[in-house]
């Protein structure tokens, strides 16, 4: 088991483009053409083929780009009890287009009684670790799975099982304390938890969303921070747990936007998180001052770099946002990665596998330049 800890100088998100071959796989285990160890076995593969190049590329985490998920969220709802989806109709609204994810909601309570699916994924992965790697398991936050239920769109299924928000609130924590347990003894030390609730709440449509006022926003803060920490402070001292901060990443395409002003007082000085994979690859995101909130020895792993887009960005500008950075927290305590996945969901975004290694290359050649 590797003893290295996440985040590293030039780091990755997690997910990374689906090959050809597996989303032909996919295609044909949905339509019953390809059983299941006949999926397990193309997906075996190309997970082999994607950790060979991370190594190739001289990084340091290893994931599976979640190549055997659908989504970067969803997939880990659906493995526990009490909950169904099904294709949707409407999607969810995002800039260019509609995210046609599927439509997930409660039919009965949430439980773990099982091993979680993701812990054999993340015994792959880590059987790859070697002296100058290791497996990095990424999960949707709490409060991401909270929000999933809690939403205009859904409330109404969810207090068919749960007429109190704090009995849904305490099953959803027991299902994460159950994966952590899980996760630590198959030998996981680096968690991610990857979060949209955060760029959701900043956004402009953000009390429309949440069907709340600018009170209620601050009460929601309140209450994901509070869900984060409860599973966080949970875990192992020695149980690295990080978070992606993201506005929502599908085929190019992104849900929210809005600086983290408004966020910054409860998410980066209270949330406890070891460090916060952030975006910053447009203005959409605002200026680095809310860093100015963290707390204690928090990192920041600055997403400087974008995956919605095949154009390599210039190296001196993104040295120059480096050191503008450094006004808010000190260099030793900032990263640099991507801004986001390549594929948070199956479709991937608008960019070939050539591309998405010349945007790791850059990262790497910024972060070496930077730090040495």
């Given at each position: 088991?590797?003893?290295?800890?996440?985040?590293?100088?030039?780091?990755?998100?997690?997910?990374?483009?689906?090959?050809?071959?597996?989303?032909?796989?996919?295609?044909?285990?949905?339509?019953?053409?390809?059983?299941a160890?006949?999926?397990?076995?193309?997906?075996?593969?190309?997970?082999?083929?994607?950790?060979?190049?991370?190594?190739?590329?001289?990084?340091?985490?290893?994931t599976?780009?979640?190549?055997?998920?659908?989504?970067?969220?969803?997939d880990?709802?659906?493995?526990?009890?009490?909950?169904?989806?099904?294709?949707?109709?409407?999607?969810?609204?995002?800039?260019?287009?509609?995210?046609?994810?599927?439509?997930?909601?409660?039919?009965?309570?949430?439980?773990?009684?099982?091993?979680?699916?993701?812990?054999?994924?993340?015994?792959?992965?880590?059987?790859?670790?070697?002296?100058?790697t290791?497996?990095?398991?990424?999960?949707?936050?709490?409060?991401?799975?909270?929000?999933?239920?809690?939403?205009?769109?859904?409330?109404?299924e969810?207090?068919?099982?749960?007429?109190?928000?704090?009995?849904?609130?305490?099953?959803?924590?027991a299902?994460?304390?159950?994966t952590?347990?899980?996760?630590?003894?198959?030998?996981?030390?680096?968690?991610?938890?990857?979060d949209?609730?955060?760029?959701?709440?900043?956004?402009?449509?953000?009390?429309?969303?949440f069907?709340t006022?600018?009170?209620?926003?601050?009460?929601?803060?309140?209450?994901?921070?509070?869900?984060?920490?409860?599973?966080?402070?949970?875990?192992?001292?020695d149980?690295?747990?990080?978070?992606?901060?993201?506005?929502?990443?599908?085929?190019?395409?992104?849900?929210?936007?809005?600086?983290?002003?408004?966020?910054?007082?409860?998410?980066?000085?209270?949330?406890?998180?070891?460090?916060?994979?952030?975006?910053?690859?447009?203005?959409?995101?605002?200026?680095?001052?809310?860093?100015?909130?963290?707390?204690?020895?928090?990192?920041?792993?600055?997403?400087?770099?974008?995956t919605?887009?095949?154009?390599?960005?210039?190296?001196?500008?993104?040295?120059?946002?480096?050191?503008?950075?450094?006004?808010?927290?000190?260099?030793?305590?900032?990263?640099?990665?991507?801004?986001?996945?390549?594929?948070?969901?199956?479709?991937?975004?608008?960019?070939?596998?050539?591309?998405?290694?010349?945007?790791l290359?850059?990262?790497?050649?910024?972060?070496?330049?930077?730090?040495?």
């Open positions: 088991m590797s003893k290295k800890q996440t985040p590293f100088r030039y780091d990755i998100v997690g997910s990374f483009l689906r090959p050809a071959k597996l989303k032909e796989a996919r295609k044909q285990f949905e339509e019953g053409q390809l059983d160890k006949g999926l397990k076995q193309v997906e075996d593969e190309a997970i082999t083929d994607l950790i060979e190049k991370i190594k190739a590329a001289g990084y340091h985490t290893l599976d780009g979640e190549f055997r998920r659908a989504t970067w969220h969803l880990f709802m659906w493995a526990c009890d009490g909950i169904a989806h099904k294709p949707t109709k409407t999607g969810l609204p995002f800039h260019g287009e509609q995210a046609m994810i599927d439509d997930t909601y409660l039919v009965g309570k949430i439980a773990l009684t099982n091993e979680h699916p993701f812990v054999e994924h993340f015994r792959f992965v880590q059987s790859f670790e070697d002296e100058n290791v497996a990095k398991q990424t999960i949707p936050a709490p409060a991401q799975f909270l929000a999933q239920f809690i939403m205009p769109f859904n409330d109404a969810t207090k068919k099982y749960y007429s109190d928000r704090n009995a849904l609130i305490d099953d959803i924590v299902v994460y304390q159950k952590i347990d899980q996760l630590y003894e198959a030998g996981c030390r680096n968690l991610q938890l990857d949209c609730t955060w760029g959701m709440l900043v956004d402009e449509t953000a009390p429309s969303f069907n006022d600018a009170e209620g926003l601050k009460a929601y803060q309140i209450l994901f921070k509070d869900i984060n920490n409860a599973v966080i402070d949970y875990a192992p001292k149980f690295v747990i990080n978070t992606h901060i993201c506005r929502g990443n599908y085929h190019s395409a992104y849900a929210g936007k809005g600086a983290y002003d408004a966020v910054a007082d409860v998410v980066f000085g209270k949330e406890n998180a070891n460090a916060y994979f952030l975006e910053y690859d447009d203005a959409r995101s605002g200026s680095f001052a809310p860093l100015a909130k963290l707390t204690g020895e928090k990192k920041v792993v600055l997403g400087l770099v974008t919605k887009n095949p154009q390599l960005e210039d190296k001196d500008e993104v040295i120059r946002r480096i050191r503008e950075a450094e006004n808010f927290v000190p260099l030793e305590r900032l990263y640099l990665s991507p801004q986001c996945g390549f594929a948070s969901c199956e479709i991937g975004n608008k960019l070939t596998e050539e591309e998405q290694w010349a945007k290359k850059l990262v790497k050649d910024i972060a070496e330049e930077v730090w040495g």
